[in-house]
């Protein structure tokens, strides 16, 4: 069983930074492409990031492109969320997820296709 568990969440002021991170109990972390989805109250799950396994090659949503950054390190298991120029809508849960490929630049966006979630973390960026 996979297990992922996030950190790094808090509340911030808008301009602030956080970086989050993830923290993935898999044998092989560097078979799994990983994501970073968030949730805001009242709102569906919505993609923001994706690595793929190597970290070579990675995707963002629009509206966190050039403030968010998403990287890995193999070696410690774990995915990072930096994330730059909060603001007041980036206010959400934030959870991690990982699915295991066998393509090198495999990135997902599709929550339905990632195979273990974390509980997630929140971040809260006040004006």
């Known amino acids: 069983q996979v297990q992922l568990v996030e950190s790094g969440g808090g509340l911030v002021q808008a301009g602030d930074s956080l970086k989050l991170a993830c923290a993935a109990s898999v044998r092989t972390f560097s078979n799994y492409a990983m994501g970073w989805f968030r949730q805001a109250p009242g709102k569906e799950r919505e993609f923001v990031a994706a690595?793929?396994?190597?970290?070579?090659?990675?995707f963002y949503v629009d509206s966190v492109k050039g403030r968010f950054t998403i990287s890995r390190d193999n070696a410690k298991n774990t995915v990072y969320l930096q994330m730059n120029s909060l603001k007041p809508e980036d206010t959400a849960v934030y959870y991690c997820?990982?699915?295991?490929?066998?393509?090198?630049?495999?990135?997902?966006?599709?929550?339905?296709?990632?195979?273990?979630w974390g509980q997630g973390t929140q971040v809260t960026v006040s004006s």
């Open positions: 997820a990982v699915k295991r490929t066998f393509a090198e630049t495999t990135v997902i966006r599709i929550p339905g296709e990632y195979d273990y």
């Open positions: 690595v793929s396994r190597s970290g070579g090659r990675t």
